[in-house]
């Protein structure tokens, strides 16, 4: 629990936007109730929270209002993940896996439906079918104007050879 934490105590923080999992040490840790939030006048009061700072190489993170018999964390604003041993870090990276394994199988179907969904405005808007093929047509110019830049180049090239 992380009421339970110790300063000087390693937890395992996961980083998940880098992912790299990183042994952090607790700098401080204080549990106390948690204070009226006028800005969320609904919100439930579920018993003492506890922030711990912790320490990760020569970075300082506060982690502000945990449960205080939590044992995870997660801070998606952060792209961080703590918890009180790596056996639950653990669980959170197979979860991870599988949630992006699920979008990447996702992809081909949402490839298609961005296609369908492009072609469909393009259809109901005869704007933006005129700026998709001008569009095209520029690439196509480009793209020639670049190839007789080069064959330009090779004959000059070899033209000041000949001399």
Do not use: C, W
Request: charged share 25%; glycine share 4%; no cysteine.
């Amino acid at each position: 629990m992380f009421q339970s934490l110790t300063q000087g105590a390693t937890i395992p923080v996961f980083y998940k936007n880098i992912p790299r999992v990183a042994d952090g040490r607790v700098i401080s840790v204080n549990t106390h109730m948690p204070t009226y939030n006028p800005q969320q006048p609904m919100a439930l009061m579920n018993g003492p929270v506890t922030d711990i700072t912790v320490q990760v190489g020569q970075e300082t993170i506060p982690f502000a209002g945990l449960p205080a018999n939590g044992v995870v964390a997660n801070f998606p604003e952060k792209g961080l993940f703590i918890a009180t041993d790596r056996s639950a870090v653990l669980r959170e990276i197979e979860v991870t896996k599988t949630t992006l394994k699920q979008d990447l199988d996702q992809m081909p179907i949402k490839q298609k439906l961005y296609s369908d969904y492009e072609a469909l405005s393009m259809e109901l808007n005869p704007e933006l079918k005129k700026d998709a093929e001008q569009a095209r047509e520029l690439a196509t110019v480009r793209t020639e104007l670049s190839e007789v830049k080069r064959l330009l180049s090779e004959l000059i090239g070899t033209k000041n050879k000949e001399e």
